[in-house]
């Protein structure tokens, strides 16, 4: 069933734009074309999943199949999660607008430990059932889940889904794909179909699997593995290049991977642990992706990702080479993850310029030893070096990244984070210079599975206590802001992330208790009242008790068989074996380093074999002359202005995101267009006046300065083919380069209003419109910016008012005041006038600018 989303997504709902499935790089194939049809959630709101680069890239891989179809949806946000209950309107995806019972499986990005919530809220509003075994019973899609937290340890979720998805997706997905097609053509049974599904390596089906009493998990048949492969798929940078948003993202930028895995060590990462062994891409791929993708999507900001971009060796050429070849069109990089060790020079050329990202490093531990125990592999004179390059380099402000609770932690070690703080400020000031600024993040450290720290048990009263510790040694430090991560839910995370299966109740009475959106810090209350009730109801408070309090700690004398028994996520192979991490654990109590792998010899961890290939290390090639940062080019050789219209869905589109869509339609186009000077070059494109959202025109105005003439045809066909069609050009003429600014020249604006016309005949509109024109005062009190209430006189707005035609809906043309002064008569302002006189309630059902109107 098609949803009709013109009742749902109204200018009421907030950003209604996140929900139209038309953005840039959107696919909407053929219905008929496909014999499987795919939906893929990364089960968050909008501006998190659409900018998630494993769910657009499983996306671009899963529509390059033939005869496979790929849509999308999200979580919606509260407002339109509410219509979908009130309305009894199934959630949909995003460019079928179809239900998702339409399709044929489901697949959802699971990467956080409490994300699970997020899921059932989805199927529930999809009306489809939340657990496998209700499902049964019916015709719905296949339901599975992947990502980090699925492929760490299923087992607390086995109840919701009917097969996980282990490790990288990219050849996975599309051999279940295959599968799928073979078993819907065959008529398969949804048994024998996940039968088949389960013979796939990477295929986790629970229902095939039983819990012993001990906690192991074994096959309750003879055909299906005992256990179940993690798949490692090499990166395809090209797949990154996808969609481009019109709302702002958190992560508003192309994003391409230059290196998958990290073989650092780290022993409290599981990513680290669960993306063995790695794997770089060669510079050229990279480098061919990022200048295709920066042209294709018109983003003017591109971001590296690895787990750690530092140890891909070729980042300083690859970062300069690209750079360079974007130098004139104030293009920055960004790097979420750097060590600091290898922070130098060369990468702070390639991240600095007019628009300078921050610098965001993570020490982890405050003492050389603590970070000897956890094997991060970094000194204090490596840490001030690199924090002492950034200074010099012109940072004043950088991020650090810390925890507490790690295994074998004192008072000493956390104390400790709060002297290297002071230390760093100190050794780091330069003459003339202010002292550089912190900002901290303290967060929790909670054992992962698969890692050797997983067998760890912490206390949330000890975290309480040193969080305690370090806020009075930071009182009074001068330019350090420190961030606590909440104790309560990391409590929560800890028990759901190294949970059996039995905490499936626990997660469905959270869901039920209103748990959802846990990871958003405004939720935390609500969050942690769900879930402490949800486990006390399960009757496992006794099990959340021993992680409250600290059930065992590695480096007590105690029970020392517990290495020995069986964990919930035995039965999966990541190829890491566990005697290794148990090994490793030891060494860890001897704060003994390993190397890293991937430069070093061999830690004999058990990865590196047939079924997950050997590391891929890659040489650091010769690094390009650094040809200078970005200069704005402010020659100003043509101005052009344009009409165009806002029409269709672009109406739901934001004035603020339309800014955003011309910044990156003049960079696809390839417009020579010209930028302001300053501290944050722009460039020259100017928006007659903003349009209020949901309503539609045919008369908007946009002003355009060029560092070059162009021929006005070419300009027009250049800019249209790279705009939505529902922004259509209608006119182009060019203007002197010193007449005034459509901003400054704007004086009238021209609007159709369509209104509910029921039980209101043409005499009686027609009374109404008299009344205001007869009326020569006609007052309103508004808010000026800076908190004044004035008083304005609409009726001296108006110029012009008649009523155009009348049958169930009455349409009025009105001419009035629109000055970017804020003098302007607003089409509530022209209902809120028909009220006083009509003295009832008037339905606006839309509102459409005719055109603006300029004066000399």
Partial sequence: MTIALDQLLTPDIFRPARYLGNELGAKHKEWASAVVRWVLTYPEVYEVGASNLGHIILYNILNAQPRQLCDRTYLPAPDLAQKLKQTKTPLFALESRRCLTDFDILGFSLSYELGATNILEMLDLAAIPLTWRARDSGNYPLIFAGGQTATSNPEPYADFFDFIALGDGEELLPEIGLILEEGKLANLSKEELLLDLAQIPGVYVPRFYDVTPIGAVIPNRDDVPKRILRRVATPIPAYSIGLVPFVETVHDRLVVEIRRGCTRGCRFCQPGMLTRPARDVQPE?????????????????????SLSCSDYLALPAVGMEIKNRLQNENISLSLPSQRVDRFDENIANIIGGNRQSGLTFAPEAGTQRMRDVINKGLTNEELLRGIKTAVEQGWDKVKLY???????????DVIGIAETVRWLRRECRLPKRKPLDFTLTISNFTPKPHTPFQWHSVSTAEFIRKQELLRQEFQGMRGVKVNYTDVRISAMEDFIGRGDRSLGKVVLRAWQLGAGMDAWWDNTEKAYQAWSQAIEESGLTWKYRRIEQG??????????????????????????????????LKRALDAATVPDCSFEGCSHCGVCSLDFGHNIVIEAPAIPAFAGHFQPNQERAQRIRVWFGKIGEMALVSHLDLVRLFDRVVRRAAIPISFTGGFHPGPRISIANALSLGATSSGEIVDFELTKVIDLERFKQQLSAQLPADLPVYQVEEIPLNAPAATRLLEKAEYLLTFNSEGIDCQQWQNWIEAIKQATVMEREKTTKSGKKVTINLREQLYELELKTVDKEAVL????????????????????????????????????????????
């Fill in 285 to 305: 791929a990279v480098i061919e992706s990022i200048e295709k993708g920066m042209r294709a999507t018109g983003y003017n900001e591109f971001s590296l990702l």
């Fill in 402 to 412: 810390f925890m507490i609770g790690l295994p074998g932690e004192t008072d000493v």
């Fill in 551 to 584: 059930e065992w700690h590695i480096f007590a004398d105690a029970d020392k068989d517990i290495l020995e028994r069986p964990l919930p996520w035995d039965h999966l192979d990541t190829g890491i074996d566990k005697k290794w991490l148990q090994e490793d």
């Fill in 813 to 856: 043309c009105y001419v009035g005041s629109c000055r970017n002064d804020g003098t302007l008569l607003q089409p509530d302002h022209l209902v809120e006038m028909l009220e006083r006189v009509s003295g009832q309630e008037i339905s606006l059902l839309n509102c459409h600018r005719q055109c603006l109107i300029l004066g000399t």
